[in-house]
């Protein structure tokens, strides 16, 4: 396949990557002007996008957000982690009973991405979207999986370090041994979020998922933590016995391919 | 840290040159598109031959497709390597994170084109509890209308718009909202009887929508139709409303066919999002 072959194509997924990662729908101008394509070409891209129902307009008619074919494969790439669904009603009282957020980490290769969640009933509460990635060592529900997994935890060391230990390697591999010690993570932010997570271990002992507790304001004092803490593992335990009947529920749908070659292709925001 | 190798780019070679290919290139493109959405339905694989078959395109071109595809993350091959399956690069496509449901918004413009095609009262309702409650609509555009019965609480058993909720919930619930009781009568028409009540839930299954039967409003016509989540459990309904006099049976079942369009369309877009259950908040101790 010649190179010249492939213009159209590579066109194509450079407009719609552009438009995904936009907070706000784009022009053609400002599209063209990014990419550095005429206009007609952009026009072009767009209607071609547009008519596979990637794109959809905006309000105003003339700017382009991702459209529902686009959100559906994301969607449907989600759906393919069995524990997604049965997850849910588990997650919904857990919200409950500590008034904040609570989220479903999975893990795509050295990625740690929000499978599902339950908004928490206080009124003010956090609002993580579904389908967002992070590595796994940059949030807490990824270090939950992280140091539950000692293969997996060495492999991503390597890679994060590029084969050598380095200062940010070796810090992580620290506070990983802490989380390893107390079973869980606990961490307080200076704008007064407080994130619990627990992992969710299959019955070989490693951490194939994890639940954190996303708080939105000042926790309350360690009493508060120490209460949804032990509500987070009552929920854990209730998953892992369900799991434990129903292995396939652990099911990891690219467990075929190593870690290395499986990532997301961006960058975390 | 490693990256994903970037695919070959080759803008230079068309920037501000017109392009004699893009009638092709174009259509080559829609096509792995259109292979690609092929991936968002439920089975988690295809194959090369299946997909041939599918959607009459020569297995070289699905070929071409797959490998491009593939190049991008979008797919990669499954545990038999001879099949492919969605890759990590579709969470590009939720880069910002998927929105989560904010139904009235993803509803409105559905309600808006239901209103437009009927000119008559179309409403959004959801459950909370044993009721179900109105929270959007728009009133019909004739001088006669029906009202949109904002925060107005209706049981489950009575008016269409509650009808299509109850019969979308799973059997044991149902059971459940019968057994507990009771089951008010609001005209000679509202269905008390649990017999009654199944018969009526088998009818709304297998046609898909709740035929307004003055169960709740003495003489007021109309159909209500399931929004569903992704595990086919209710989000809501979405009703629309008339007097009889401007929306007689007659005119409804002609209206019918493309009510039921709007309906399906509104729940492709409801459908990728799971259920929330129903929670009291607790009082924070």
Redesign the interface.
């Known amino acids: 396949?010649s190179?010249?072959?492939?213009?159209?194509?590579?066109?194509?997924?450079d407009v719609?990557?552009l438009i995904?990662?936009s907070?706000e729908p784009i022009g053609v101008a400002q599209l063209a002007r990014t990419?550095?394509?005429?206009t007609s070409?952009a026009h072009?891209v767009l209607a071609?996008?547009e008519?596979?129902?990637?794109v959809t307009r905006d309000m105003t008619g003339t700017k382009y957000q991702?459209g529902?074919?686009?959100?559906?494969?994301?969607?449907?790439?989600l759906?393919?982690f069995p524990l997604?669904?049965v997850s849910?009603?588990c997650l919904?009282?857990l919200?409950?009973?500590t008034?904040e957020t609570v989220v479903l980490c999975g893990r795509?290769?050295f990625?740690r991405?929000?499978l599902?969640?339950a908004?928490g009933?206080?009124d003010v509460h956090a609002?993580?979207?579904?389908?967002?990635?992070a590595r796994l060592g940059d949030t807490s529900g990824g270090r939950a999986i992280l140091a539950f997994d000692d293969e997996l935890r060495a492999a991503y060391l390597r890679?994060?370090g590029?084969g050598r230990a380095s200062a940010a390697t070796r810090a992580l591999a620290r506070a990983l041994d802490a989380v390893r010690k107390a079973g869980c993570v606990v961490e307080t932010y200076e704008d007064g979020r407080a994130n619990i997570a627990v992992p969710l271990c299959g019955s070989d002992g490693r951490a194939f998922a994890s639940i954190a507790v996303e708080a939105a304001e000042s926790s309350g004092g360690e009493r508060v933590q120490r209460a949804r803490l032990a509500r987070l593992r009552e929920t854990v335990e209730e998953l892992q016995a369900l799991v434990r009947k129903q292995p396939e529920l652990a099911t990891d749908?690219?467990?075929?391919?190593p870690p290395?070659e499986?990532?997301?292709?961006?960058e975390p925001? | 840290?490693?990256?994903?190798a970037s695919?070959?780019?080759?803008?230079a070679?068309?920037?501000?040159v017109p392009?004699h290919?893009?009638f092709g290139?174009?259509r080559?493109?829609?096509r792995?598109?259109?292979i690609?959405?092929q991936?968002?339905?439920s089975s988690?694989s295809h194959g090369v031959s299946e997909l041939s078959r599918e959607l009459g395109m020569t297995k070289n071109m699905i070929h071409?497709a797959l490998?491009?595809l593939t190049r991008?993350?979008?797919l990669?091959r499954?545990?038999t390597g001879t099949r492919y399956?969605?890759g990590?690069?579709?969470?590009?496509?939720?880069?910002?994170?998927?929105?989560?449901l904010n139904l009235p918004v993803v509803a409105g413009p559905y309600l808006q084109r239901m209103q437009e095609v009927t000119d008559e009262t179309v409403s959004l309702a959801v459950r909370t509890g044993r009721t179900v409650v109105t929270i959007a609509g728009l009133r019909g555009r004739g001088d006669i209308a029906r009202r949109v019965p904002f925060g107005r609480f209706v049981p489950l058993h009575a008016s269409p718009a509650s009808r299509v909720i109850l019969a979308h919930l799973p059997d044991e619930e149902i059971d459940a909202y019968i057994a507990a009781g009771p089951l008010e009568r609001y005209t000679s028409t509202t269905l008390t009887e649990p017999d009654e009540i199944w018969e009526e839930i088998r009818r709304v299954r297998a046609e898909g929508y709740a035929r307004g039967r003055g169960d709740h409003v003495r003489g007021a016509t109309g159909a209500a139709f399931p929004i569903l989540a992704?595990?086919g459990t209710p989000h809501g309904s979405i009703t629309i409303a008339g007097p009889e006099s401007r929306l007689p049976a007659e005119r409804l079942d002609a209206l019918l066919p493309e009510l039921l369009q709007i309906a399906a369309d509104l729940n492709?877009?409801t459908q990728?999002y799971?259920?929330?259950?129903l929670?009291?908040?607790?009082p924070?101790r």
């Open positions: 396949m190179a010249v072959a492939n213009s159209s194509v590579d066109q194509v997924f719609l990557a995904s990662a907070q990419l550095e394509v005429p070409t072009r071609t996008l008519e596979a129902g990637y991702l529902l074919g686009a959100q559906e494969l994301a969607h449907a790439l759906r393919r997604q669904t849910q009603p919904h009282r919200a409950a009973a008034g795509v290769g990625y991405v929000r599902a969640s908004e009933t206080s609002a993580p979207r579904l389908g967002q990635t890679w994060l590029g749908p690219f467990a075929h391919i290395e499986l990532s997301p292709g961006f925001a | 840290m490693p990256r994903p695919p070959p780019k080759t803008r070679a068309t920037n501000g392009d290919r893009d290139g174009n080559a493109t829609a792995v598109l259109l690609l959405s991936f968002a339905g988690a071409r490998k491009t991008y993350g979008y990669v499954d545990e399956q969605l990590p690069g579709v969470l590009q496509l939720g880069r910002l994170g998927l929105e989560p992704s595990d492709r877009h990728l799971p259920a929330e259950p929670i009291q908040p607790q924070r």
